[in-house]
């Protein structure tokens, strides 16, 4: 059995759509990262980075005893893959390139993204140069993604945790102010595996999705402001 530790976010979703793709059994725990649930001890034990996801495998344990922690959902989902050899491939080349494709996540869509969702979204003070900068180099890794999903179906071949990582964020484009509309390649993709039936599970973890979106645009600035801060560093 595997604890997840999770809330609704492009990052926690990567986890939860992953546990749903590998039909594996696990336990929702929900972190709520609006009042701090991710900076209590309890949680840091498993995290020390205090972020969510994070998952703590009961089939493995570690040198106390314990369930087997990881955090950084990159790694956690690397991790699944290797546990199950599910969504990676077993060669040397195809796993590299699955790799590949969850790095670039990991070190492009999800930073550029994620930085133009505050300064778009929540800082307190429109700075147009930050915006225009992440919201064009979110862009442009867009542009890439279309690139490479010309000539595939897929971004590694097969469907993988790299399609399931860069999904996770580019599906809430629109939270940062970027179009995918010209880029029809991404468009296509983003559309096929949002008809997965283990996909659309996973969003709804922790909580319904569409439950919660609506009760975010009935409370938008109330969500603005617990989102600002969060993110800026204002109150807890």
Known sequence: MIDLYTAA????????????????????????ISTGDQRKPKFLKINPNGRIPAIVDHDLKDENGDGFAVFESGALMLYLAEKTGMLMPGDVRGRSKVIQWLMFQMGGIGPMMGQANVFYRYFPEKIQPAIDRYQNESARLFGVLDGQLAENEYLAGDYSIADIANWCWVRIH???????EPFENLVRWRDQIGERPAAIAGLNVPYNLEERMKAQAENE??????????LVGKGD
Do not use: C, Q
Not at 9 to 32: C, F, H, Q, R
Not at 174 to 180: K, Q, R, Y
Not at 221 to 230: C, G, L, Q, V, W
């Open 9 to 32: 976010t492009p990052n926690g979703w990567k986890a939860s759509v992953t546990l749903e793709e590998m039909g594996l059994d696990y336990t929702v725990k929900a972190i709520d």
């Open 174 to 180: 629109a939270w940062s102010g970027v179009d995918i």
């Open 221 to 230: 600035e109330e969500f603005k402001e617990k989102a600002r801060k969060m």
